[in-house]
């Protein structure tokens, strides 16, 4: 499975509270969260984003609360895949339960520059900078959670196999 | 190969006799904890999976304590959704508003958890129960639905990190400062998918209330868990709350340990994490420029107990906030709250200008009860200072111990308690 979009770069400690505020927390629903997504540190993402656009940032995203409202609101704002050099373990956890794919790739992290067109390749973890003509190896998911990935989530999955 | 504190208790709730850092387990749960935020996602989530009844009835925890007393409509609908799943279920520990209280200071006050327990909770600071020699750790909704229904989660054994203790803390240096002093030196990633073990003779001089400040805080370096070794201080305090069995783990003479950091408490100082970062701390001695303040909050699943608002009353007592600061006091539980009343807490925070609130978490993650607009800085004993964490994307937070806090409500600015006029 590949994805390709432009990409919206971030540094080092993307919080959880800068991806989904909690004064947005009053309501589970999909749709509103991804409305407020990244607001407090990038007011222009929302109106700017399409489907399939990807998401790299540096050390530690994710890091903080263990809303799960933060991928969700990620993954409904329309962003395919989200590259970073590491995760926080909670949201690593929340991304693949709910079929956000995410990677670790400390060099993609590096070289890749916001606006860059990039392709991605789960089933071998291989990241494509068509802008800049590199390549770089990130990890290649496991496969049980490509199967997670691939159905949208654990809960669907789990839904599969019944 | 020898097993940390924390590789014993999943292997023990695996049924496993050995595991070693990396392997993937599944492993049974004592407790699955959710508040008012990440219960109702779970309980969608739940239906979802075609789930009936939950494992167990007296092992699920719900707690609405977020946005409870309910903020606004949206966040009375998420409760309302909480307690009709609790009342369905029948779940013993649901805790409504007039009983219940953050639930991190709730659930050992309650006696649901004691060492050797494994606990998840759909909140990051679920890690605070390593304060008693138990495996807790925070995870999101999907999680806790599954473990409702099954009472089970997959783990990674995770390495560790070990922290050997020595030492007794000075004056006016308390658990917090010990926690802000680590992240400070490792950051906040520091421990990322690590255990924190904390062992060494310098345990004995940390009181529970210390360790449960210190264990909450783990998440902030990044870790899995937070965990203490278990001595008299923590079988006195399991007995005097839970007729549940408990069970000690120790580590290994030969577990293995990434790296071993020591801590002497007697040099750490009283300590700051400025803005925005927990690991962006000065001890108050290296604050040069005054940091002028309009806010600040003592309570949280941090600094929100009997020992927080002792400290912070004997800095009060006969003095009196500064002029256009709002001090909020937050006791953490009813239980506390009745102890503050009872032992003339509220009557000298009132007398000195601060007012007392029902218990919440409130302003802490900008929920309500104490929000700031752009510009403001807040002096709060709680755990995050993130952009936008208590308001306004362009207000700040300090976070510090509650003898700080309530010596910077009095003198306007972030303070050392050193620094307050004698009486």
Redesign the interface.
């Known amino acids: 499975m590949k994805v390709k979009g432009k990409v919206f770069k971030y540094g080092n ?1 993307v ?1 959880t ?2 991806i989904i ?3 947005y ?4 629903n999909h749709q509103e969260l991804a409305k407020h997504c990244m607001e ?2 990038d007011a222009d993402f929302i109106k700017n984003v399409q489907d399939g656009d990807i998401m790299v940032a540096s ?2 995203f994710g ?7 933060a ?2 609101a990620i993954k409904t704002a329309g962003i395919s895949c989200v590259i970073a050099t ?1 995760f ?3 949201f690593y ?2 991304a693949i ?2 079929g956000l794919p995410i990677l670790e790739c400390p060099e993609a992290a590096a070289k890749i520059e916001a606006g860059d067109e990039v392709e991605v390749d789960f089933d071998t973890g291989l990241i494509t900078n068509i802008t800049k003509n590199e390549t770089y190896q990130g990890q290649a998911f496991p496969e049980f959670m490509q199967k997670i990935i691939a159905a949208g ?3 669907n999955s ?2 599969k196999k ?1 | 190969m020898g097993m940390t504190m924390t590789q014993k208790i999943l292997a023990a709730h695996a049924g496993l006799s050995e595991v070693k850092p990396g392997d993937l387990i599944m492993a049974d749960l004592d407790l699955v904890l959710g508040n008012d ?2 219960a ?2 779970a309980i ?2 739940f239906k ?3 789930a009936k009844t939950v494992f167990d009835k007296d092992k699920v925890a719900l707690v609405p304590d ?2 409870a007393p309910n ?2 409509i ?2 009375a609908e ?1 409760c309302k959704m909480m307690r009709q799943f609790a009342g369905e279920q029948d779940i013993t520990n649901y805790f409504e508003v007039g009983e219940m209280g953050v639930e991190h200071a709730l659930l050992p006050e309650k006696g649901l958890v004691v060492a050797g327990d494994l606990v998840i ?4 600071h ?1 890690c605070t129960y390593g304060a008693l020699g138990a495996f807790s750790t ?6 806790m ?2 473990g409702m229904a099954t009472g089970k989660a997959w783990f990674k054994i995770p390495a560790a990190i070990k922290f050997n203790i020595t030492g007794k803390m000075n004056q006016y240096v308390s658990g917090k400062d010990v926690i802000l002093h680590i992240i400070g030196m490792i950051g ?2 520091g421990a ?2 690590q255990s924190m073990e904390f062992v060494g003779e310098g345990i004995a001089n940390l009181t529970i209330d210390d360790r449960f400040t210190i264990a909450n805080m783990a ?1 902030e370096a ?1 870790a ?1 868990n937070g965990i203490f070794i278990v001595d008299d201080q923590t079988i006195d305090y399991i007995k005097a709350h839970s007729s549940k069995e408990f069970t000690v783990y120790t580590a290994d003479e030969d577990a293995q340990y990434e790296r071993t950091i020591e801590i002497n408490l007697s040099t750490i100082k009283p300590t700051v994490a400025f803005p925005h ?1 927990p690991e962006n701390t000065k001890t108050t001695d290296e604050i040069t420029e005054p940091v002028i303040i309009d806010q600040v909050v003592i309570g949280s699943c941090t600094n929100g107990r009997l020992s927080d608002f002792a400290k912070a009353a004997k800095i009060f007592e006969g003095r009196k906030v500064a002029k256009g600061i709002r001090t909020l006091i937050i006791p953490a539980t009813q239980k506390i709250y009745l102890q503050c009343m009872e032992l003339g807490y509220f009557k000298t925070f009132v007398e000195a200008g601060a007012t007392v609130s029902a218990p919440t978490c409130g302003p802490c ?3 309500h009860m104490g ?1 700031l607009a752009s510009g403001e800085r807040c002096v709060a004993t709680t755990n ?1 200072n ?4 208590m ?1 306004h ?1 362009d207000s700040e937070v300090y976070l510090a111990n509650p003898e700080v806090a309530a010596a910077s409500a009095i003198l306007g600015r972030i303070a050392d308690p050193s620094e307050l006029p004698k009486l």
Not at chain 1, 63 to 69: A, K, L, Q, T
């Open positions: 400690n919080d509270d800068v505020p909690a004064r927390l009053n309501t589970s407090d540190i050390k530690n890091c903080g609360s263990s809303r799960e409202h991928p969700i590491d926080a373990r909670i956890r929340n339960n709910i989530g654990l809960v789990i839904n019944l | 935020i990440t109702p996602v969608n989530v979802g999976i075609n977020h946005f903020k606004d949206q966040a998420q909770g759909a909140d990051s679920t925070g995870v999101g909704s999907t999680d639905a599954a906040v990633d990322l998918y998440i990044g899995k970062l993650l900008g929920g929000i995050r993130f952009v936008g964490r308001g994307v």
